[in-house]
């Protein structure tokens, strides 16, 4: 580290000033707030230790706004609830001294987004390399269903990147702001991006019958067919749906382009879109899962590691490939392949070791991980956390009401 963290107080986000840095940087910026590099101070043994991590800072919570304030609850309650090596880890949940807007101390990824990635590599990665990060992302999201939570928000935005010495950056999936477990109500809302999502919650954008929104939907197919969309657009470089049967680009904002949308979800016209571009004349016929682009790879460890390239082949049509993108992107939820369908699938287990493959069956099943989930807070700590907050958004209410009551007193003076 070139220089110390600074701290010292006051705080210029509000944070404990005894414990985390100044910011760095900032990480992220969206409606929700931001995300700042920090440092946590901690104290060990050997002397004090600086911890880089990724605070997530929302925007103020307005009086009145109980639905804001209940996903925020959601959220907390889901991620804190997962450890494992693929999912963004939680540390803690606390109000920042400014505007009592709520923070989450997250786990930093020191490499960014797979959206950047895929940016930087000319829009696709070799298949090697795809497969490297979709075993990632199944395993990661198979052990989030495991423990009974959805995500409904996967895209490339969402995957960070941690390299922590590797030769290649491992996986995390990150961002529960949409999640939903089996201890909340089954899902039934539209959320997440339109072009990541699952026909079936898409089908309430371009209802005419105005009934979309009570029908229920399995949130363990939705992340099924949004982990799809992205092994897809890692292969192609593009998106399996966003164009027209002639190739003109669909514009959300008109319904029957909507509704084309739709109509290549239904019709699995995304064989017919994958960019003719970036394809290789037809290799001679193979058995198994079809190695396809792994000469990009080598094994280390027990693990596939893809190796940089400067320049991409072009894209051989590997059946295995078509065939597990048929499963996952079946049109019918009821049809369509679950995650440890997938982690059976000859494509994703080419290349691992039978045990390693075992490992991850089990491990990505498991109703919980083999130890307890690490926090520095209990879950009767979290909650009083938001039942302060709440506390304090019912006083706000009531002195604005107050303020109101005020003021009709007194125009009825004159």
């Given at each position: 580290?070139?220089?110390?963290?600074?701290?010292?107080?006051?705080?210029?986000?509000?944070?404990p000033a005894n414990r985390y840095s100044?910011?760095?940087?900032?990480?992220?910026?969206?409606?929700?707030?931001?995300?700042?590099?920090?440092?946590?101070?901690?104290?060990?043994?050997?002397?004090?230790?600086?911890?880089?991590?990724?605070?997530?800072?929302?925007?103020?919570?307005?009086?009145?706004?109980?639905?804001?304030?209940?996903?925020?609850?959601?959220?907390?309650?889901?991620?804190?609830?997962?450890?494992?090596?693929?999912?963004?880890?939680?540390?803690?949940?606390?109000?920042?001294?400014?505007?009592?807007?709520?923070?989450?101390?997250?786990?930093?990824?020191?490499?960014?987004?797979?959206?950047?990635?895929?940016?930087?590599?000319?829009?696709?990665?070799?298949?090697?390399?795809?497969?490297?990060?979709?075993?990632?992302?199944?395993?990661?999201?198979?052990?989030?269903?495991?423990?009974?939570?959805?995500?409904?928000?996967?895209?490339?935005?969402?995957?960070?990147?941690?390299?922590?010495?590797?030769?290649?950056?491992?996986?995390?999936?990150?961002?529960?702001?949409?999640?939903?477990?089996?201890?909340?109500?089954?899902?039934?809302?539209?959320?997440?991006?339109?072009?990541?999502?699952?026909?079936?919650?898409?089908?309430?954008?371009?209802?005419?019958?105005?009934?979309?929104?009570?029908?229920?939907?399995?949130?363990?197919?939705?992340?099924?067919?949004?982990?799809?969309?992205?092994?897809?657009?890692?292969?192609?470089?593009?998106?399996?749906?966003?164009?027209?049967?002639?190739?003109?680009?669909?514009?959300?904002?008109?319904?029957?382009?909507?509704?084309?949308?739709?109509?290549?979800?239904?019709?699995?016209?995304?064989?017919?879109?994958?960019?003719?571009?970036?394809?290789?004349?037809?290799?001679?016929?193979?058995?198994?899962?079809?190695?396809?682009?792994?000469?990009?790879?080598?094994?280390?460890?027990?693990?596939?590691?893809?190796?940089?390239?400067?320049?991409?082949?072009?894209?051989?049509?590997?059946?295995?490939?078509?065939?597990?993108?048929?499963?996952?992107?079946?049109?019918?939820?009821?049809q369509r392949m679950t995650l440890r369908?997938?982690?059976?699938?000859?494509?994703?287990?080419?290349?691992?070791?039978?045990?390693?493959?075992?490992?991850?069956?089990?491990?990505?099943?498991?109703?919980?991980?083999?130890?307890?989930?690490?926090?520095?807070?209990?879950?009767?700590?979290i909650a009083e956390i938001f039942a302060?907050?709440?506390?304090?958004?019912?006083?706000?209410?009531?002195?604005?009401?107050?303020?109101?009551?005020?003021?009709?007193?007194?125009?009825?003076?004159?």
């Amino acid at each position: 580290m070139a220089e110390l963290p600074r701290f010292s107080a006051p705080h210029p986000l509000g944070l404990p000033a005894n414990r985390y840095s100044h910011p760095v940087r900032v990480l992220g910026k969206g409606a929700f707030g931001e995300v700042y590099l920090c440092f946590i101070r901690k104290e060990h043994p050997n002397g004090v230790q600086y911890e880089p991590v990724a605070v997530k800072i929302y925007q103020p919570i307005q009086p009145g706004n109980e639905r804001m304030l209940e996903m925020l609850r959601r959220e907390v309650e889901c991620q804190g609830s997962l450890h494992h090596p693929h999912v963004i880890s939680l540390r803690e949940v606390g109000i920042t001294g400014v505007a009592d807007r709520i923070y989450l101390n997250l786990e930093f990824a020191d490499s960014g987004t797979l959206k950047q990635l895929l940016a930087a590599r000319g829009g696709r990665l070799t298949e090697g390399e795809a497969r490297w990060y979709t075993q990632q992302l199944v395993y990661g999201m198979a052990y989030c269903h495991a423990q009974g939570v959805f995500n409904r928000d996967i895209k490339p935005d969402n995957l960070l990147l941690h390299r922590g010495g590797l030769t290649w950056p491992l996986l995390k999936v990150s961002d529960f702001g949409l999640c939903k477990s089996t201890g909340h109500s089954a899902p039934h809302s539209l959320v997440g991006s339109l072009h990541y999502m699952a026909p079936e919650v898409i089908i309430r954008v371009v209802s005419s019958s105005g009934n979309g929104d009570n029908e229920k939907y399995d949130g363990r197919k939705v992340d099924v067919f949004s982990c799809g969309i992205v092994l897809y657009q890692m292969i192609f470089g593009a998106l399996p749906f966003n164009r027209a049967p002639d190739g003109r680009p669909l514009e959300y904002k008109y319904r029957e382009d909507r509704e084309t949308f739709l109509d290549n979800m239904r019709l699995d016209r995304w064989t017919q879109l994958i960019p003719r571009s970036v394809l290789a004349p037809p290799p001679a016929p193979a058995g198994g899962g079809g190695g396809g682009q792994d000469e990009a790879l080598q094994k280390q460890g027990g693990q596939q590691q893809p190796q940089q390239q400067q320049q991409l082949p072009p894209v051989h049509l590997n059946p295995a490939l078509i065939d597990l993108l048929s499963g996952m992107l079946r049109y019918d939820a009821a049809q369509r392949m679950t995650l440890r369908d997938v982690m059976m699938h000859p494509w994703y287990c080419y290349g691992l070791p039978a045990e390693y493959h075992a490992m991850l069956l089990k491990a990505g099943t498991e109703a919980r991980p083999a130890g307890e989930v690490r926090r520095s807070q209990t879950k009767e700590e979290i909650a009083e956390i938001f039942a302060r907050l709440s506390r304090r958004l019912g006083s706000q209410n009531a002195a604005a009401a107050a303020a109101v009551c005020s003021d009709d007193d007194d125009a009825e003076a004159y």
